[in-house]
C-alpha cells in the first residue's frame, strides 16, 4: 500500500513537471505564431497587390510575347515543395503529401524544402537538390526564382508548381498546387484589377516596355 502510494506521488509530479515544460514551450510557440502572423498578412498584401499590378500591364500590352508566357515542348513537370523541418507538424505535411501523391507522375521532378518531405519522397527518382540556406527566406527565394526561370526558359519543363499549404486560422492550413510557369492570361483577373486600379492612377498614353523582370513580379511574390 504504501509503496503504490510513494509511485503514484512520483506520477504526479512527473506529470506536474511536464506539464510545466508543455506550458512553456506553448507560450513561445504563441509568441513565435504571433510575430510570423504579422509578417505573413504583410506579405499577403504585397503579394496581392504586386498579382494586381501585373494583371494591369497584362491588360495594357495584349499581345505580349515572352518565354515565361510560351508553352514548353517538355513533357516533364516540376514541383517545388515546401514541407516542414521539425516534428508536431504531421497533418500538416500529410495534407501536403497527399495532394501531391495524387498529381505527381513518375516523370516529374521535386525540389524538396523541408526535412519531412526529403525523408518522404526519399525513394522518388527525379530529385533535384538545390544548395539552399533554408533558415533565410530571402535568400531561398533568390536561389529559387533564379533556378526556375532559367529551367523554364532553357525549355526543360512543361508546367512549373509549387506546393505549400496556406494558413487560414491557427488550426487549419489548406494545401495548394498552384501553377507558377507558363504564365496564364486569365481574363476574370485582369477585369478585377482594372475595377481596382482605377482611380488610383492616371492611364498611360504611351506603353511602357515590359522587361522580364516585370514578367516575374508575380513568381518572386509567391516564393517569398
Known sequence: MGQTLLQTKKRIA???????VTSAMK????????????????YRFYVNEIST??????DEHETIKNVYFENNKSNDNLYVVFSSSLG????YNYNIFEILDEEIKENDYLIII?????????NFKNIINID????????????????????????????IYLVYTKYKNSITFVPQITKLLPIVKEKNNINQAKKY?????PKLTTPVPMTEKIFILPLTSWMI
Request: one cysteine or more.
Open 14 to 20: 512527473s506529470i506536474s513537471s511536464t506539464y510545466k
Open 27 to 42: 507560450l513561445v510557440a504563441s509568441v513565435k505564431l504571433r510575430k510570423l502572423m504579422s509578417k505573413m498578412e504583410n
Open 53 to 58: 499590378i501585373f494583371d494591369s500591364l497584362l
Open 88 to 91: 508536431l507538424c504531421g497533418s
Open 114 to 122: 523541408g526535412n519531412k518531405g526529403k525523408i518522404h519522397y526519399k
Open 132 to 159: 539552399i540556406d533554408e533558415s533565410s527566406y530571402e535568400k531561398m527565394n533568390d536561389v529559387l526564382t533564379e533556378f526556375i526561370l532559367n529551367k523554364y526558359a532553357e525549355g526543360k519543363f512543361k508546367n
Open 197 to 201: 486600379i482605377q482611380g488610383r492612377s
